[in-house]
């Protein structure tokens, strides 16, 4: 009896033995990988994704990468603008090799031909002026740019070639476009809206038109949010920024305001109910609170509201009746319990070609930016590109298909103004 007592401890010791350096070793698997083209040839800026579209890694110069935290039996993806999306499942053996991801062009490529990196590049070159801020509508591109001796608001058109130049207060840190798509300069204190003089049809210099206070100016667009030939929509917060309820006026018609839609973050608000219910001060938490962000845009004289409270985009006509309404799921995820959770590294911003009407989001992992191209219908993305080797960008704005933003990356610590095409 004894003796079967010490060889049945003794053989379940023995297999905890067994499975304790597997434990351990399971906990810091780092596999290696690289991605290659159908000349081998490495891929730079390659995001490698989890499906829930969490990024992992970016590939170097020489298309390797890094995964620190995947199993065999995980899928990853790769995306490049430039190539075709693979999807890999994770083998057992790749632990102890190489991954080697194949991707295939986009486009066809002529035999003898270089393939050419779509890479971000400077686009008003100039060393010793620091960008601002800059805004972009059909007229051009407007920077506020700074120098040694003076600042100046600069008009460029899309080769990024000074159109003209005005000399102005360093005041202005800001350039505001209203939801007419007209440029405004802003100060702490003022308020001045940009205009061309022309000349039979030709643009040949800028002036400042309309001067406001702040507070007039604030009070004027603050809360304007669309407009299209036949109302102008507004929007206001309440409840701690926890509701946004939008209206709409019909232009030529009433100054009535009449309801448009009422967006809610049930979640959050539940979190507000009780802080202030609870004491010792617990209800100061909602002072730190995210806004609810259901944003509404105007495009072709209709009406696009993602309402990610209601996991649903809404299209609407030019007086605000809807006309269609979609399934909106790209910045959630199915958790393993089988809940649809917010993805954490998605930016919570939509931003509108005002050229093509296209619409694009972001995701953010430590400093590097993913846009991703936003399928109204289907409510998911279906192109993503990597702003690699730039990291904490600013400004991102998109315009006729490329991507705008600002970035410091010399010694003088100028902001400059880059480009690169997504489309």
Known sequence: MKKSFVLYHLSVLLVLCALSPFTVSAQNIVINGVCLDNR??????????????????????????????????????????????????????????????????????????????????????????????????????????????????????????TLTEMKISPDYYNIFKDV???????????????????????VFDMELLYHYSLTEFLSAFSNIACVTDSVLVGGRYFYFDQEIYYYYFKIGGDQQPYEFHHCVNEETRDLIYYSIKYKWGLGKLALFLKPTYDPIFAYDNKLYL??????????????????????????????????????????????????????????????????????????TTDKT????????????????????????????RNSRLYEVRIE
């Open 40 to 161: 081998n040839k490495p891929i730079r800026d390659v995001g490698i994704y989890t499906i829930d579209s969490t990024i992992l890694a970016i590939t170097n110069k020489d298309g390797q990468f890094t995964l620190n935290h995947s199993l065999p039996g995980d899928t990853i993806y790769a995306s490049h603008l430039s190539f075709d999306n693979i999807t890999y499942i994770i083998d057992s053996l790749d632990v102890s090799k190489k991954i080697v991801l194949k991707m295939t062009p986009t486009r066809l490529q002529l035999p003898e031909v270089e393939f050419v990196e779509n890479l971000p590049h400077v686009a008003y070159d100039n060393k010793v002026v620091t960008v601002k801020d800059f805004e972009i509508n059909e007229k051009g591109i407007y920077l506020l740019a700074q120098r040694r001796r003076n600042n100046a608001l600069l008009h460029l058109n899309f080769a990024c070639d």
């Open 385 to 412: 590109f990597v702003i690699g080797g730039f990291a904490f960008i600013e400004n991102l704005r998109i315009y006729n298909g490329k991507a705008y933003f600002l970035y410091k990356n010399d010694n003088t």
């Open 306 to 379: 993602f309402s990610f409270d209601e996991d649903k985009t809404f299209v609407y006509n030019n007086s605000g009746e809807v006309v269609n309404e979609y399934p909106l799921t790209f910045h959630k995820y199915r958790h393993w319990n089988g809940e649809m959770r917010v993805i954490k590294k998605w930016g919570k911003k939509v931003i509108m070609d005002w050229a093509t009407g296209e619409f694009y989001t972001i995701f953010e992992d430590g400093g590097v930016t993913t846009i991703k191209r936003i399928n109204i219908e289907t409510g």
């Open 180 to 202: 007419y798509g007209e440029m405004h300069i802003v100060s702490d204190k003022d308020v001045w809206q940009i205009g061309h003089k022309t000349l039979k049809d030709k």
